[in-house]
C-alpha cells in the first residue's frame, strides 16, 4: 500500500504539469471533450465572423469595381464605334484621292496632246477659223469653241488638281486623327483590361473566402453536433451517478452519521490520472481517470460487499462495493466483471479488468469514493 501510495502525489504533477497533453489522450473525460468543442465552437465562430466581414468588403470592393470597369467598357466602347468611323472616312478619302489621280491624269494627258497637236500643226489663226466659215455666225461658233476648248482643258487640270490636294489634305488630317483615337483607345483598353483583371480577382478572392467560410459553418454544425451529443453522454453519466447514489443509499444497512475515516483504500490499479475529480462547465466528474492499458486487473481498494455488478449505462460495465461505515467505492467501464452482487470481497481482489465500455474514449479505470451516497474526491482516501 505504501508503494502505492508514491504513485499518487507524481500522478497529480503529472496532470498539473501537461493538462494539454492528457486532453489528446484516449482517456479524456467528457468533460474534456465538451471544453474543447466549446472552444473550438467559439474559435470557428469568431472565424465565420471575419471571413463574412472579408467576404462583405471584398463584394463592395467588387461592386465599386464593376461600376468602375462598367464606365471603362462604354468608354472603350465609343473609341472603338469612333475609331471604326474613322477608318471608313479614309477608306472613302482614299477612293477620292484614287479617282482624282485618274481624273488628273486624263486631264493632263488630254491637255498634253492638244498641246502636241497645236505645236506640230500650229493654232488656227482667227482668219483661217473666219475664212473656213459658212457663214457669219457659223465663224463665231468656230471663234467661241476654239476659245472655250482650250479655257476648258485648263481649268479641267487646274480643278481637278485642287480637289486632288484638298482630299490628299483632307486624308493626311483624318490619318492624324485616326492615330490619336487608336493611341486613346489603347490607353481605354489597357486600364479596361487591369480593372476588369483586378474585378475578377476580387471575384476570385470572394469565392475561395465564401468556401472556407462554408467549410468553418459545417466544421462548426460537426462541432455543435459533437457537443449536443457530449452534453447529452455527460447528462447520462450525471443520471447514472444518480443511480449508483440511489442504490447505495437504499441499502438495508443505513449509512452512519458519523465522518468516515479517511485512510484505508489502497489504489485499485497503478497508473496515472488523466482526468481529476471535480467541477467542470457545469457537470461533475464525479471520479478520477486512471490511465492503464485493456485488461488490467482491477483490485478492491477495501473489502467489502458488492452491490452492484451489471452494465449501467454511461458508466459501462460497473461494480460497486460497500465497504460498511457510508463508504463504497465504484469501478466502471470495466471489459468484464470478476465479481457478483452480494459477494464478499477483499482488499486487493480481483474484482474485473479494465475496459472502455458505455461512454468511453479509450481504455481506462473510472473509480469513484462515495460518501454516504455522495461521491467525494477519491485522493483524499487514497
Do not use: C
Not at 333 to 343: E, P, R
Amino acid at each position: 500500500m505504501k508503494a502505492l501510495r508514491r504513485v499518487a502525489p507524481i500522478a497529480i504533477l503529472f496532470v498539473l504539469a501537461a493538462p494539454a497533453a492528457a486532453n489528446h489522450t484516449s482517456h479524456s473525460s467528457l468533460d474534456d471533450r465538451i471544453a474543447q468543442a466549446r472552444a473550438r465552437e467559439s474559435a470557428l465562430t469568431n472565424q465565420i465572423g471575419s471571413l463574412t466581414t472579408q467576404i462583405r468588403d471584398l463584394e463592395q470592393q467588387a461592386g465599386d469595381v464593376s461600376m468602375r470597369l462598367g464606365s471603362l467598357e462604354r468608354d472603350l466602347a465609343l473609341h472603338q464605334r469612333r475609331l471604326a468611323g474613322i477608318n471608313q472616312l479614309l477608306r472613302l478619302q482614299d477612293e477620292q484621292l484614287r479617282f482624282l489621280k485618274t481624273q488628273y491624269r486624263t486631264a493632263t494627258s488630254r491637255l498634253s496632246d492638244r498641246l502636241v497637236q497645236i505645236y506640230e500643226n500650229g493654232e488656227p489663226s482667227t482668219v483661217e477659223i473666219v475664212l473656213g466659215a459658212q457663214s457669219l455666225n457659223d465663224a463665231l461658233n468656230r471663234l467661241d469653241y476654239a476659245s472655250s476648248v482650250a479655257n476648258q482643258d485648263a481649268q479641267i487640270v487646274s480643278e481637278v488638281a485642287k480637289g486632288r490636294i484638298r482630299v490628299h489634305t483632307a486624308r493626311a488630317r483624318t490619318g492624324m486623327l485616326r492615330r490619336s483615337v487608336e493611341a486613346s483607345t489603347r490607353v481605354v483598353a489597357y486600364r479596361t483590361e487591369q480593372v476588369r483583371a483586378l474585378r475578377d480577382q476580387l471575384l476570385s478572392r470572394r469565392r475561395s473566402l465564401a468556401g472556407a467560410r462554408a467549410d468553418s459553418q459545417q466544421a462548426l454544425e460537426q462541432t455543435k453536433a459533437n457537443e449536443r451529443e457530449w452534453v447529452a453522454e455527460a447528462n447520462a453519466l450525471s443520471a447514472a451517478s444518480a443511480s449508483v447514489s440511489s442504490t447505495i443509499t437504499s441499502q438495508p444497512s443505513p449509512p452512519s452519521s458519523s465522518p468516515p475515516s479517511s485512510s484505508g483504500l489502497i489504489w485499485p490499479v497503478s497508473g496515472p490520472i488523466t482526468s481529476p475529480y471535480g467541477m467542470r462547465w457545469g457537470s461533475l466528474h464525479p471520479g478520477i481517470d486512471i490511465g492503464v492499458g485493456m485488461g488490467t486487473p482491477i483490485h478492491a481498494a477495501a473489502s467489502g460487499r458488492v452491490i452492484v455488478a451489471a452494465y449501467s449505462g454511461g458508466y459501462g460495465n460497473l461494480v460497486v462495493i460497500d465497504h460498511g461505515n457510508g463508504i463504497a467505492t465504484a469501478y466502471a467501464h470495466q471489459s468484464s466483471m470478476a465479481a457478483t452482487v452480494g459477494q464478499q470481497v477483499s482488499q486487493g481482489q480481483v474484482i474485473g479488468y479494465v475496459g472502455s465500455t458505455g461512454f468511453s474514449t479509450g481504455p481506462h479505470l473510472h473509480f469513484e469514493v462515495r460518501v454516504n451516497g455522495a461521491p467525494v474526491d477519491p485522493m483524499g482516501y487514497l
